[in-house]
């Protein structure tokens, strides 16, 4: 059994040797598509493999990617950017993974991306698949492959650590010619391209084709997710009851998650309404996520986020023992957080914490 590794790059000279360090411990066959590098990433990657191919860029992932795994020669392909990282007990475990890889047609695998804040966002990806015609990339952006045939789950873990801000408008602008030459967004993309909408604060017109994507077809956990964007869409907006309509409205798919918690009581407590707000922040403690259901999961919600806001809520209603005691669950998580440490000082001129 082979197991070829497959990535795509273009300028990455600055993160790829630390990617191919990483893969050389678990890859059979290394794959490198090139899709116009301008830097020294081809100069670097032959250090590691000289299996290097070129592909003229043409806004499209999935047929560069789809290009990248017609040339391995393995078994099973795994694909990964060049800005991911697999830690040495990942790495153990993808080895170890190795030998019932003939058991299985695909493999998911945690993805975990930073946030600015400190946060993590993870979800599950297919990351190992056999190496036949049908399991290939489709989606000009956001590209994926249909999961098919018999799954595993493997908790090794593959990060994104990305070190520069790349183009911010590729995605964007790759569906906006899409659109302009003609082409029907699917279910999937039109959700991306709602989000896209969001991230650039072109809000009317991403709570449009949120609005569309939500009233068609679609898979239940961007449903989910949509529901949430829209939320944030309507309250940059200055719509604060039709962001909680839209937060309630993600219950209609599954229980509410931790996420969608918190998002009620933000909107709730910004309209001064603290006693439902506490409701919802502490319901966000007790409220389950299925971290294989594939959605994007950020565990503060579960935890550090609700803690923090219950301080800020038991505070507002006077009650200063109980916001300092919250504050202290959210420092046991993370205890060099600036709002924690901001809190702590707070309290410490109320007289609530003694001056060390």
């Known amino acids: 059994m082979k197991l070829s590794v497959c990535l795509i790059v273009r300028d990455e000279e600055a993160t790829i040797a630390r990617c191919l360090d990483c893969v050389k411990k678990f890859a059979d066959e290394i794959v ?57 007990v990942d790495c153990e475990k993808i080895n170890a993974l190795k030998p019932s890889l003939p ?38 952006v956001h590209e994926a492959v249909t999961p098919r045939g ?29 659109i302009s030459r003609g082409e029907k967004l699917d279910a999937r993309a039109q ?8 991230f650039h604060r072109m809000y009317r017109e991403s709570e449009a084709v949120l609005c569309a994507y939500l009233d068609g077809e679609g898979w239940v956990e961007n449903k989910i997710e949509a529901c949430l964007d829209l939320a944030d869409v309507r309250r940059a ?10 937060v309630f409205r993600s219950f ?3 229980p509410p998650r931790p996420r969608a918690c918190c998002a009620a009581g933000d909107l709730l407590f910004a309209d001064g309404k ?21 959605g994007f999961v950020n565990r503060d919600f579960s935890r550090f986020i609700p803690y923090m806001r219950l301080c800020a809520t038991r505070d507002r209603l006077g009650d200063i023992k109980a916001a300092f005691e919250y504050n202290e669950m959210a420092a046991a998580i993370k205890p060099s957080d600036e709002g924690v440490k901001y809190n702590r000082d707070y309290f410490r001129k109320l007289g609530e914490v003694k001056n060390d």
């Open 32 to 88: 490198v598509t090139d899709t116009g590098s301008r830097d020294k990433t081809v100069e670097i990657v032959r250090r590691y493999t000289q299996n290097i191919h070129y592909f003229e860029w043409r806004d499209d992932f999935s047929a560069a990617r789809n290009f990248c795994l017609d040339r391995a020669t393995g078994d099973y392909v795994m694909w990964l950017d060049a800005d991911d990282v697999v830690p040495d």
């Open 103 to 140: 058991d299985c047609d695909m493999v998911f695998l945690t993805y975990a991306a930073y946030t600015p804040d400190g946060g993590t966002y993870c979800y599950v990806r297919e990351r190992i698949f056999r190496n036949t015609p049908e399991n290939r990339f489709g989606g000009a």
């Open 150 to 178: 018999k799954i595993i789950y493997s908790d090794a873990k593959i990060i994104h650590a990305k070190v520069r801000t790349g183009d911010d408008m590729r995605n964007l602008r790759i569906y906006q010619k899409q």
């Open 191 to 198: 959700f991306y391209y709602g989000r896209e909408l969001m």
């Open 237 to 246: 907006l200055g719509d604060g009851k039709g962001a909680l309509e839209a």
């Open 252 to 254: 209609y798919y599954a």
């Open 274 to 294: 603290y006693k439902t707000a506490e409701y919802w922040y502490k319901a966000a403690l007790s409220a389950e996520c299925d971290e294989r259901a594939g």
